[in-house]
C-alpha cells in the first residue's frame, strides 16, 4: 500500500453520453467562429490533445484516474518536506519521465501552432506539462501547470534539465538502469500497482533509491517545475492567464474537463464577461454550464479539420 495521503480526486466528469458527429455543417460553425474573433481567440488545452503523443490523460475513458481508482497522487507539502516521498516520487518518475522524453507533437499541436501562424489564435494557455505546444511552434503560451522539463531547488532555485538530472539519478541507482534495460530487451514496461507504483523485482525496494542534492547551493533538494496537488500556480502565471482571457474576444476550450479550479476559473471569468466559449471535449467538462456551444468530440476530430478549412497545412509525424 501506499504509504502517501489519501487523496479525493476532484472533478471526476462524466464520460460522453452522446458522441457529437463532427459534420461538415459542424465544422462550418467553429470556421465561422475563428472567422468571427480572428486573431482574438484564446485556446484553454488539456490533457487530451496529447494522447496521440502516447502521454496518457487523466479522466478519460482510459485515464489514470478511471483505471486506477485507487491512485493517490503526492502531495507537495510530501515532497517538499518528506524523505521517504521524496525517494518514492523519483523512483516512479525515474520511469515514469520516460514517455514524456520520447513524446512528439501531434496534429492536434500542430495545427493549434499554425491557427497562431496564420492569425486566427490570439494565444494558448494549456494545462499539460510535457511543452508538446511550443514542440510544435506555438509562440505565445502560458504553461498554466508548469513543464516537467526542468527541476527546481526548492532551497536556493537553482534550476537544471530534467534529461540533465535523469542521468545523476541513473548514475546513484545502476541497479534500476539494469532494471529498465532488462524489461527494454523484452519490449515491457514495469507492472504500475493501482496506486500508481511500479512493481519491483525481489532486491529492490524504493527506500533505497538515491536521488542528488543540489548542485548549486549543495544542500537543497529538487522539485520539477510542476504544481503538484497541495500546491499553488505562481502568482505572475495566474495574473497572466487572467489577462489573457481579459485580452480575448471568445474562448477555444479543447481536450479537458476543466477539473482544475485553476483552468476552470478562467473559463467562468471569460463567462462572467459576456465571452463567446466554444468547448469541444469528449465527456462532460466543469465548464458545460458555462460554454456557449459545447461539442462532445476529442480536439482530434474537430481542430485538424479546422485548420485544414483555413488553408493550414498540418502533417503528423507520429503517422507511419
Avoid at 476532484?10 to 457529437?20: E, F, I, N, R, V
Wanted: aromatic share 10%; hydrophobic share 35%.
Amino acid at each position: 500500500m501506499s504509504r502517501f495521503a489519501k487523496v479525493k480526486i476532484q472533478g471526476m466528469y462524466g464520460l460522453p453520453k452522446a458522441h457529437t458527429a463532427v459534420t461538415e455543417a459542424l465544422l462550418d460553425s467553429v470556421e465561422l467562429f475563428f472567422r468571427r474573433h480572428k486573431g482574438r481567440v484564446l485556446g484553454i488545452t488539456g490533457a487530451g490533445v496529447s494522447v496521440a503523443s502516447g502521454i496518457p490523460d487523466y479522466r478519460g475513458p482510459n485515464g489514470t484516474y478511471r483505471v486506477y481508482g485507487g491512485y493517490t497522487p503526492i502531495l507537495h507539502h510530501e515532497l517538499v518536506l518528506q524523505h521517504s516521498s521524496r525517494q518514492r516520487y523519483w523512483a516512479r518518475s525515474f520511469f515514469g519521465i520516460r514517455p514524456a522524453f520520447l513524446a512528439k507533437p501531434n496534429k492536434i499541436h500542430f495545427a493549434m501552432a499554425g491557427l497562431e501562424q496564420k492569425g486566427y489564435l490570439g494565444g494558448l494557455i494549456t494545462q499539460n506539462v510535457d511543452s508538446l505546444h511550443a514542440q510544435a511552434g506555438s509562440k505565445n503560451v502560458l504553461e498554466l501547470h508548469g513543464t516537467l522539463k526542468n527541476v527546481k531547488c526548492i532551497d536556493c532555485g537553482h534550476t537544471e534539465p530534467r534529461a540533465e538530472f535523469q542521468k545523476r539519478l541513473e548514475e546513484l541507482n545502476p541497479q534500476w538502469v539494469e532494471f529498465y534495460q532488462h524489461m527494454a530487451n523484452y519490449g515491457e514496461e514495469p507492472a504500475r500497482r493501482p496506486d500508481g507504483d511500479v512493481e519491483l523485482p525481489p532486491g529492490l525496494r524504493y527506500d533505497a533509491f538515491e536521488y542528488p542534492k543540489c548542485k548549486s547551493c549543495k544542500a537543497g533538494h529538487y522539485m520539477p517545475t510542476v504544481i503538484f496537488f497541495g500546491g499553488n500556480v505562481p502568482d505572475d502565471v495566474r495574473i497572466r492567464s487572467f489577462e489573457m482571457v481579459d485580452q480575448a474576444e471568445a474562448l477555444f476550450v479543447c481536450g479537458t474537463s476543466l477539473a482544475t479550479f485553476s483552468a476552470y476559473r478562467l473559463v467562468k471569468h471569460a463567462h462572467d464577461m459576456g465571452r463567446e466559449i466554444f468547448v469541444a471535449n469528449l465527456g462532460e467538462t466543469r465548464g458545460d454550464k458555462d460554454a456557449t456551444v459545447k461539442l462532445d468530440a476529442s480536439a482530434e476530430e474537430v481542430v485538424p479539420p479546422l485548420a485544414a478549412r483555413l488553408g493550414i497545412k498540418v502533417t503528423d509525424p507520429i503517422d507511419p
